[in-house]
């Protein structure tokens, strides 16, 4: 059980295009999702939390307008990167938070991640 | 200052070597504290939780000390397949949207390689 997945898993684009990824939880309903991003020998930088049906909270530094997500129901959150540039290239995690029996409260399960290249 | 920090290593070390990872965090509001393993172009996957009277799990020992805010991560009689990157993280409280759910903040990770 709590199984995550993404898609797309890779992802090459034109700058200024924009870029949707999905992330769905496929064995649970999911309270809250997270959206990470992580450069090349860097951590994981969390860039906001959403809860369904309402608007998601970004981390400071994160534009939300450039990045924009949607969790329209328990089980699927969206990251749209619009006009996508180079310096937007990174690999890009989703996480899934529920209460899940035998497992620890609040734990978030992740997905297997997005790598996104903008040419 | 990062809030959480780890050497990023590189480890290199045999196969049946003992090997230690530390960390260090720096908001002590934090509440729980974990160690995960990411494997190359892979999610990070949790490896253990870290409490304070230490915890074991087969060849993994992990450690806490809230009055030092450090964590440790032992590694005995390494395998090739602990080769990977260890995160150091930690979780705490935030509110969004009205919901309360807990943060993770991860270290930059230590990078091991273990060698025949």
């Known amino acids: 059980g709590a199984v995550v997945s993404q898609h797309p898993s890779r992802v090459i684009c034109k700058s200024g295009t924009s870029v949707k990824i999905e992330c769905r939880s496929l064995?649970?309903?999911?309270?809250?999702m997270f959206w990470y991003r992580q450069f090349p020998k860097q951590s994981l930088m969390l860039m906001a939390t959403?809860?369904?049906?309402?608007?998601?909270?970004?981390e400071q530094g994160v534009e939300k307008d450039k990045f924009l997500i949607n969790h329209a129901s328990l089980t699927l959150s969206t990251l749209t990167v619009t006009s996508a540039h180079p310096e937007d290239s990174s690999f890009y995690i989703c996480?899934?938070?529920?209460?899940?029996?035998?497992?620890?409260?609040?734990?978030?399960?992740f997905g297997p991640g997005t790598r996104l290249t903008v040419l | 200052r990062k809030e959480v920090e780890q050497d990023p290593g590189p480890f290199n070390v045999p196969e049946g070597a003992t090997v230690a990872f530390n960390c260090t965090y720096s908001?002590?509001?934090?509440?729980?504290f974990f160690w995960y393993r990411q494997d190359c172009r892979k999610e990070p996957k949790l490896l253990m939780s870290?409490?304070?009277s230490g915890n074991e799990d087969g060849r993994f020992t992990a450690q806490l000390n809230r009055a030092s805010q450090y964590i440790s991560l032992l590694i005995r009689d390494s395998k090739l397949s602990d080769s990977a990157t260890y995160l150091c993280?930690?979780?705490?409280?935030?509110?969004?949207?009205?919901?309360?759910?807990?943060?993770?903040?991860f270290g930059q990770g230590t990078i091991l390689t273990v060698h025949p």
């Open positions: 908001n002590s509001a934090s509440q729980s």
């Open positions: 870290v409490y304070s």
């Open positions: 996480s899934a938070s529920a209460q899940i029996a035998g497992g620890r409260p609040d734990t978030q399960y």
């Open positions: 993280v930690v979780k705490r409280s935030r509110n969004a949207g009205g919901t309360s759910y807990g943060k993770l903040t």
């Open positions: 959403s809860n369904e049906g309402s608007k998601a909270t970004y």
């Open positions: 064995d649970f309903q999911a309270t809250t």
